[in-house]
């Protein structure tokens, strides 16, 4: 993020603050409990991970889970619907965080839709909910929560911030996927950090079209691989069979040897371009299995989780 697009951030964190003094009074209350997973700037810093985190353990607890999500930049944010399974949201062209949770914490629900309080009431009874899961929800003020969970990269240089820093000390959960600031380290926070599952290829080359394809890269490094190019999307892209031949042209003029790694988030959106479903001819990049692993004050994060869904 640069500096430019950084000054922008008291006119939408004003914005925020004003639009959550007066809608907030109004906010719905579900006969549910409701937990919200999100953050204070703008592009990813692991909200959906922490919401399929969050929703894939509740549901080894045999509760009943629905991800309430906006569904960003997709048909589905103005018509709203639900998934049960990974199977029904791919044949819908859900959403790419709608496929990740429901592919991360199977057994929980996911609605989609800028309108969530519609989706909900519309689905309620389908849904059956013990917990609603809001993921980006902190900045969505129609939906009383219960708990609300921020989550925070410190790392990332000229933020552009939706809502000021001063939340972080009035929620109930704050999570770092960095180290955090001495000014910051007055309260506690839970501490976590990405992690590869599965075996990588010595050598790649990387696309991908999220938030901060930056982290991605850096994370592959990391993990020894030997990035020999990278190509990134916009977030939240609609990958067109275009796409998949001019990422294959870029293959080939590289030596066409090298296999093509991209995220989960990217790999459920482009599964109709793929060869093995009747896609483009030899496009069958590899998604990298990405989690968290936490470092520090796990408990916190789980205990006000298990306090907010009463047994």
Not at 158 to 170: G, N, T
Request: charged share 25%; net charge positive.
């Amino acid at each position: 993020m640069s500096s430019v697009y950084s000054s922008l951030s008291p006119v939408w964190a004003i914005t925020n603050w004003a639009a959550r003094k007066l809608l907030s009074a109004r906010a719905v209350k579900l006969p549910a409990p409701v937990i919200s997973v999100g953050n204070i700037v703008a592009g990813g810093v692991g909200k959906t991970e922490i919401s399929a985190a969050i929703a894939a353990r509740l549901v080894a607890k045999g509760k009943r889970v629905a991800v309430a999500s906006r569904g960003y930049g997709s048909a589905w944010s103005r018509g709203g619907g639900v998934a049960a399974d990974l199977e029904t949201a791919r044949a819908l062209k859900f959403p790419d965080e709608a496929m990740v949770i429901l592919k991360k914490a199977r057994g929980a629900a996911v609605s989609v839709g800028a309108d969530r309080v519609a989706v909900l009431k519309k689905h309620w009874e389908e849904l059956r909910p013990d917990v609603v899961i809001l993921d980006d929800g902190f900045q969505h003020f129609r939906i009383r929560r219960d708990l609300d969970i921020l989550v925070h990269d410190f790392s990332v240089k000229w933020p552009l911030l939706r809502d000021m820093p001063s939340y972080f000390s009035r929620v109930g959960v704050r999570v770092a996927l960095s180290e955090v600031p001495r000014m910051w380290r007055k309260i506690p926070w839970v501490r976590a950090r990405y992690h590869i599952h599965g075996k990588l290829p010595s050598e790649a080359m990387v696309f991908c079209g999220i938030g901060n394809p930056s982290r991605f890269t850096k994370l592959l490094v990391n993990a020894g691989v030997n990035v020999q190019g990278a190509r990134f999307f916009r977030d939240h892209c609609e990958y067109a069979a275009s796409d998949a031949r001019k990422l294959l042209e870029w293959r080939r003029r590289n030596g066409d040897r090298l296999p093509l790694l991209t995220t989960l988030k990217d790999y459920v959106k482009l599964w109709p371009l793929l060869e093995s479903q009747g896609g483009v001819a030899g496009f069958e990049p590899m998604a990298v299995e990405i989690g968290l692993e936490f470092l520090e004050n796990e408990d916190l994060l789980w205990k006000a989780v298990d306090a907010t869904v009463v047994p």
